[in-house]
């Protein structure tokens, strides 16, 4: 399954209001003990996708467990090598020096700022660990919710 629309899987969009307690089926996999943002998976995402939620909104996307037959937009997923994310992305792509890793691991970063919308491939070891797609400043955060 690609899920190929970089701001929503379903029913869940990017910017929309959302309260776990009206929406049936979430599942609350932890929030962040200072601000007002946590993970959620369920409802309408296939299993193995979460979703970051601050202040009330749905943030982004995640994806992480390259065994999943899922891919993101661009038909990013884990375990592809960064080559094949690079030939996938837009040309106007950047790669960046990944925050805490090696100095060969990067971050493949895609924006629209027209929508607001990105999409972020997290590559260790020239392999993609994870894709984050959503919100352009909410694929920046590289400790989950901050």
Not at 60 to 88: H, K, N, V
Not at 97 to 106: I, S
Request: charged share 20%; aromatic share 8%; with cysteine.
């Amino acid at each position: 399954m690609v899920l190929d629309a970089p701001d929503r899987i379903g029913d869940a969009v990017v910017g929309a209001h959302f309260d776990p307690a009206t929406d049936a089926g979430w599942i609350d996999e932890g929030q962040h003990p200072e601000t007002d943002c946590g993970y959620f998976s369920g409802g309408p995402l296939p299993a193995g996708v979460q979703m970051m939620v601050a202040d009330g909104r749905i943030q982004r996307f995640e994806l992480y467990d390259p065994d999943l037959p899922l891919a993101g937009p661009f038909g990013l997923r884990p375990g592809i090598s960064q080559d094949a994310a690079l030939a996938a992305m837009p040309a106007s792509t950047a790669s960046t020096p990944h925050e805490y890793g090696d100095a060969n691991d990067v971050y493949l970063t895609w924006r629209d700022p027209q929508r607001g919308i990105g999409v972020r491939a997290e590559v260790v070891g020239e392999t993609v660990e994870s894709v984050f797609w959503g919100g352009a400043d909410a694929i920046q955060l590289v400790e989950s919710c901050s």
